[in-house]
């Protein structure tokens, strides 16, 4: 079964540090793009991020350049969001998502983790 | 960034009716390559995304048909020609023309 799996959620106080996991199976994992989503109670998707199959390419969204980095492992078929500086306004559940293979042309986000809860708050 | 505006909010319909949701974004969405990176979610309470519609009016693997996209440029359109039990949720376009990718407000589609 083609799955994402994120884990690694919890509380945090402002000023924290969290490191998500996004554990990957079912399919080829490093010839894949993978995104990182996230969604405040109650408001809408909002993108974060993404890698490249190598890991030698990566992109944020400003709210979270400078403080969040993505990275992988394709040996352990894995994505990592390390997540410093946290802020109220970081608390949200974040999913994994499958993002397409280089060449495609295919975009979308076809497959999605479950998501993992992050909150921050004193 | 690309600003993406979906209209209605909500939307109440009967099951067995048609409904029908708008998403406009602020700069057009076709990518050099000719491609229109635009893109249908739905989000059932409780559960993440699914992927509806690609590149525009291409629907996913396992979408009925009754869902189906249109649009260019800058609006975009998702119709479903008859609404079932399992359509209720909330309904996002999203565009991966340009970085960051964004998503529309969202649309709740309620039963009436």
């Known amino acids: 079964e083609v799955q994402l799996v994120e884990s690694g959620g919890g509380l945090v106080q402002p000023g924290g540090s969290l490191r998500l996991s996004c554990a990957a199976s079912g399919f080829s994992f490093s010839d894949y793009w993978i995104t990182w989503v996230r969604q405040a109670p109650g408001k809408g998707l909002e993108w974060v991020g993404n890698?490249?199959?190598?890991?030698?390419?990566?992109y944020y969204v400003d709210s979270v350049r400078g403080r969040f980095t993505i990275s992988r492992d394709n040996a352990e078929n894995s994505l990592y969001l390390q997540m410093n500086s946290l802020r109220d306004e970081d608390t949200a559940v974040y999913y994994c998502?499958?993002?397409?293979?280089?060449?495609?042309?295919?975009?979308?986000?076809?497959?999605w983790g479950q998501g993992t809860m992050v909150t921050v708050s004193s | 960034d690309i600003v993406m505006t979906q209209t209605p909010l909500s939307l109440s319909v009967t099951p067995g009716q048609p409904a029908s949701i708008s998403c406009k974004s602020s700069q057009s969405l076709l990518h050099g390559d000719g491609k229109t990176y635009l893109y249908w979610y739905l989000q059932r309470p409780g559960q993440p995304p699914q992927l509806l519609i690609y590149d525009v009016s291409n629907r996913f693997s396992g979408v009925p048909d009754r869902f189906s996209g249109s649009g260019s440029g800058t609006d975009f359109t998702l119709k479903i020609s008859r609404v079932e039990a399992e359509d209720f949720g909330v309904y996002y376009c999203?565009?991966?023309?340009?970085?960051?990718?964004?998503f529309g407000q969202g649309t709740k589609v309620e039963i009436k």
């Open positions: 890698m490249n199959p190598d890991g030698s390419d990566k």
């Open positions: 999203m565009q991966s023309t340009q970085l960051p990718k964004t």
């Open positions: 998502a499958r993002d397409g293979r280089p060449g495609s042309g295919f975009r979308a986000f076809d497959i």
